[in-house]
């Protein structure tokens, strides 16, 4: 089946700095990504659609400038948390799907686990 | 609104016993319907899916799940629930828009 990967899996900063988690898809293109963020014992909550070669599309109440999100080519996809601070101390998961199978399973990737201290 | 709910929080049941874990959605047409799960640090795991047709669905690790347009329902079931199982698992919708709306999850715990 299709692979999604996620790089790190997990980082530590310090606040006020900036953090790149990148999405690949592995296996397939993806002209479409999506970033999920999940709070501890939560549900997962869409942050925003990434668009090969377009702006990203970001969820109600989500900081575009704080979320930066740049799909480059049409297997990665990265989102950038910036000026980061304790409250952005999350779990990012993204998902991707294969071209042509709008509406069909998505595949997430591992999850990248932020801290910031 | 579109929404997904899980009514159980929390489920417990022993090694070898049958599960249900309930699902229920609202949307203004019938959604394309899914079962994800979720081990500890990790990412999620398709386990089913329905997009039409036959309402019993079969997936992956021994589980099923049912769809019931009249109690807008999909609920996942497994008649032997193994200490493996014990996870989060989450119910998603999409109405093909390709935004997923998650339930809150399902956090099972199986006794030996």
């Known amino acids: 089946g299709a692979v999604v990967s996620q790089h790190p899996s997990w980082v530590i900063c310090k606040s006020g700095t900036s953090v790149k988690i990148e999405c690949r898809s592995l296996?397939?293109?993806?002209?479409?990504m999506f970033w999920y963020r999940q709070f501890p014992k939560q549900s997962l909550m869409l942050m925003a659609t990434?668009?090969?070669?377009?702006?990203?599309?970001?969820e109600q109440g989500v900081e575009k400038d704080k979320f930066l999100i740049n799909h480059a080519s049409l297997t990665l996809s990265t989102l950038t948390v910036t000026s980061a601070h304790p409250e952005d101390s999350s779990f990012y998961i993204c998902?991707?799907?294969?071209?042509?199978?709008?509406?069909?399973?998505?595949?997430f990737g591992p999850g990248t686990r932020l801290t910031v201290l | 609104a579109q929404s997904v709910t899980q009514p159980d929080i929390h489920i417990t049941v022993s090694e070898g016993a049958s599960l249900e874990l309930r699902c229920n959605y609202s949307?203004?047409?019938?959604?394309?319907l899914f079962w994800y799960v979720q081990s500890p640090g990790q990412g999620l795991q398709l386990l089913l899916k329905?997009?039409?047709?036959?309402?019993l669905v079969q997936g992956i690790k021994g589980f099923e799940a049912e769809f019931k347009r009249s109690q807008s329902s999909f609920n996942l079931r497994k008649p032997s629930v193994h200490w493996s199982d014990a996870a989060e698992y989450f119910c998603?919708?999409?109405?093909?828009?390709?935004?997923?709306?998650f339930g809150t999850g399902t956090r099972l715990k199986v006794l030996a």
């Open positions: 998902s991707a799907y294969p071209p042509g199978r709008a509406t069909d399973t998505q595949y």
């Open positions: 296996d397939f293109q993806a002209t479409t």
């Open positions: 990434s668009n090969e070669g377009s702006k990203a599309t970001y």
């Open positions: 949307y203004g047409a019938t959604p394309y």
């Open positions: 329905y997009f039409s047709g036959d309402t």
């Open positions: 998603a919708a999409t109405s093909g828009t390709y935004k997923y709306i």
